[in-house]
């Protein structure tokens, strides 16, 4: 049931933010301006960030005594991106099935590996953002204060996530097994240094790309702010991706970088605007190449997708038994 809850919940927030573009494109249908040369620049950008998030992916696997083939797993994230927008986060389920079916990758370590994923993307991000806000901006307003609070508090929960102490379960039952092999698996991730150093490193690259086609975007519309701003809201828009309020952060991301655009100095209305053409950038990349690479990996093995749907509707009936 709190799945469709959060489907519902990014309907209804993006529908309102529409609504309120609606009452304003009088003043806002003069900053559409995008050309093929600015969309080319986006494009093209936003495949060397499926690049590089890809590599990210084949060097925590390789940590978890993994070896993946690099394309595959570009094939693998265009498909993910795709799917994670049906419910019950069909996208990652469907990735976790596709790794074990194909690499052998234990649902456990699966799980060790998205979780360091994840945290690794949000201590990243909110290390770049809350450094250039202090360094260019400051924190005097009353916005930049709560930006800055929310990037602090992103950064302490994620490393403390990433790095406290578990204790290992002693028992005999599956749950016991399950969690002795998740933990296995966050031993070998938190302990190599080196994979977590690449990691960042290639997530930082990341967040540089996705600040410039916010960059591009910005301009094209004839707002001229400091580059280190679009730091700022790459930092706030790449990591409320991967919370997974709702569906591809649907609704929730734009309402945050509009928030952000604010902090920059900017109307709230100009950043919905820019957040919502991102939107419908990352909407056409899903639906034309992630549909292609989706249909390729369907292709190539069908079982996969049943499987994957099976574990779906297991899964959704689990938690609306709970």
């Given at each position: 049931m709190a799945k469709w809850i959060k489907n519902i919940l990014g309907i209804v927030i993006a529908a309102l933010l529409i609504w309120y573009l609606g009452k304003h494109w009088d003043k806002l249908s003069a900053l559409l301006k995008l050309g093929p040369v600015e969309l080319f620049a986006i494009y093209f950008i936003t495949f060397l960030s499926m690049l590089s998030n890809s590599y990210i992916v084949v060097v925590l696997l390789k940590v978890l005594r993994v070896r993946t083939r690099f394309w595959d797993m570009v094939l693998l994230q265009n498909a993910t991106t795709l799917l994670n927008y049906l419910p019950m986060k069909f996208g990652t389920i469907f990735r976790a099935n596709y790794l074990k079916r194909h690499y052998g990758l234990s649902y456990a370590h699966f799980g060790a590996f998205f979780v360091y994923l994840t945290l690794l993307i949000t201590a990243a991000t909110a290390v770049a953002g809350v450094t250039v806000l202090l360094l260019v901006y400051g924190v005097t307003g009353y916005e930049a204060k709560l930006v800055a609070g929310v990037f602090l508090s992103v950064f302490v929960c994620s490393i403390f996530l990433a790095f406290m102490p578990l204790p290992m379960p002693k028992g005999s039952n599956k749950l016991s097994a399950v969690l002795r092999n998740f933990l296995i698996g966050r031993g070998r991730v938190k302990t190599d240094k080196r994979a977590l150093i690449y990691g960042g490193v290639f997530l930082i690259i990341n967040l540089i790309l996705y600040s410039v086609r916010l960059g591009v975007i910005y301009n094209s519309m004839g707002q001229n702010i400091h580059p280190a701003g679009f730091l700022i809201l790459g930092a706030l828009g790449y990591f409320i991706l991967f919370l997974g309020l709702t569906p591809g952060s649907l609704g929730i991301r734009e309402l945050l970088l509009g928030s952000g655009a604010v902090v920059l100095g900017l109307t709230l209305e100009v950043g919905i605007l820019a957040a919502?053409?991102?939107?419908?950038?990352?909407?056409s990349w899903s639906f034309v190449v992630g549909s292609a690479c989706t249909i390729w990996l369907w292709h190539k093995s069908p079982s996969d997708f049943n499987q994957t749907?099976?574990?779906?509707?297991?899964?959704?009936?689990?938690?609306?038994?709970?």
């Open positions: 919502l053409i991102d939107r419908a950038i990352m909407l749907k099976r574990d779906s509707i297991k899964s959704s009936c689990n938690q609306i038994d709970t």
